[in-house]
């Protein structure tokens, strides 16, 4: 699940960590009041105005700007709310900004120069161990920095059995040049970090930039923050940050039925129990020279009910030119999913593309005399190879 960045900030100001300070606004005027507050709470006298979608790069696309005076303020937001916001993360649909973050203005002239670095905590699945990745090449797109200049992104990995160590912050501090009271932040701000990472069970927190001001502070400018789903059941808090208008609304209405959904650019519909079944299917329809439309694991209840939502979800797409069901029938049984089938075709009157079903394992006969005698647009098949030949006819 991923969250806005005025989200990610309060999780880690939580955690201990220094963050631009800033408050969220749905309206123009809203933005006037938050910049009054925030210069009451930092003495900011300008401010940053801040799309909030989920997606990097917002900047380039005109989503960041920054305003001197209320007025601009006002201006400001009025631009950017409601505008469709085009990145190179969002695709050329781009997406509506619907809130700003109005946020303190942190590059303030002091007795040293600013200093703008990189740095996110992720886990690295071939060493099974967290990593800190960090480079002094802040404010710059981390792939970019990768291609052009390898040699300047570090890393520090953290054994999850034992956490991040002191030497360790440390290191990365004076990995990236600093001394003095700004070395000092920057090994409370690495600490604090990892802390908020591990504890709200994150697959990733990107800052960038990570921001020495010119009074040596330490402060997260950005903050992109993903986190497991799997772990959301311990964070009832963080699972209400979620912002759906933000998620593809076909997989959002498919998570409401239980389906995992995710939409391809194909033209063969998938409907599969299990997500390495899955696979292989996508792999049989490649094979016959299609393209998988979505994939789409209905899980090990297939009634009704929820093939009919499957159906009516894979539908959408008018490039699907057929589906393919593959269902494995261990804990549910064939013939329960084939009269669900059969069933679901009924209820919906009518399916403008043929269906390919393949049942396989317990009851997986009788499936099949149930599909054979509904005396619909269903052909039934035995084996994956029979399935491909049955993709290729469609193709054809």
């Known amino acids: 699940m991923n969250i806005h960045e005025y989200q990610g900030k309060s999780i880690l100001k939580s955690y201990g960590v220094a963050i631009q300070e800033g408050i969220v606004a749905e309206t123009s005027d809203e933005a006037v009041q938050a910049a009054k507050d925030l210069q009451a709470q930092t003495g900011t006298g300008w401010w940053v105005i801040k799309a909030q979608i989920h997606a990097g790069g917002r900047g380039k696309g005109g989503g960041v700007k920054l305003a001197k005076s209320l007025e601009d303020v006002k201006t400001t937001a009025d631009q950017i709310l409601g505008m469709t916001l085009v990145t190179p993360q969002t695709g050329p649909e781009g997406k509506l900004v619907r809130k700003v973050l109005i946020a303190q203005d942190v590059y303030y002239p002091g007795p040293e120069k600013t200093q703008e670095f990189y740095m996110s905590v992720l886990l690295n699945r071939q060493t099974g161990r967290n990593v800190i990745i960090y480079t002094t090449e802040g404010g710059m797109d ?77 402060i997260a400018v950005d903050a992109k923050v993903n986190l497991d789903e799997n772990g959301l059941y311990r964070h009832a808090d963080i699972l209400a940050m979620r912002d759906v208008t933000e998620e593809d609304p076909t997989e959002v209405e498919a998570g409401e039925f239980n389906l995992n959904y995710v939409k391809l650019d194909g033209n063969i519909g998938c409907m599969v129990n299990g997500a390495g079944l899955a696979m292989a299917t996508m792999d049989i329809i490649k094979h016959a020279g299609g393209e998988p439309a979505n994939f789409l694991d209905v899980g090990g209840t297939a009634d009704a009910a929820r093939v009919e939502q499957a159906f009516r979800i894979i539908l959408r797409d008018e490039n699907v030119k057929a589906i393919l069901i593959n269902i494995f029938g261990g804990i549910v049984r064939c013939d329960r999913v084939a009269q669900g089938i059969v069933d679901a075709y009924k209820n919906m009157g009518s399916v403008r593309v043929p269906i390919i079903v393949r049942l396989q394992g317990t009851n997986a006969k009788e499936a099949k005399d149930i599909i054979d005698a509904s005396g619909l647009r269903v052909k039934s098949v035995i084996l994956l190879q029979e399935a491909a030949d049955s993709v290729k006819e469609v193709l054809a």
């Open 142 to 218: 981390i792939e970019e920095v990768a291609h052009n200049h390898p040699e300047k992104i570090l890393n520090e990995e953290v054994d999850p059995r034992v956490g991040l160590q002191g030497f360790q912050a440390r290191k990365i501090a004076y990995n990236l040049g600093l001394s003095g009271n700004a070395n000092k932040e920057m090994v409370k701000f690495v600490m604090n970090l990892y802390k908020a990472y591990d504890a709200i069970d994150a697959s990733q927190f990107e800052i960038n930039p990570v921001l020495k001001t010119s009074d040596s502070k330490i």
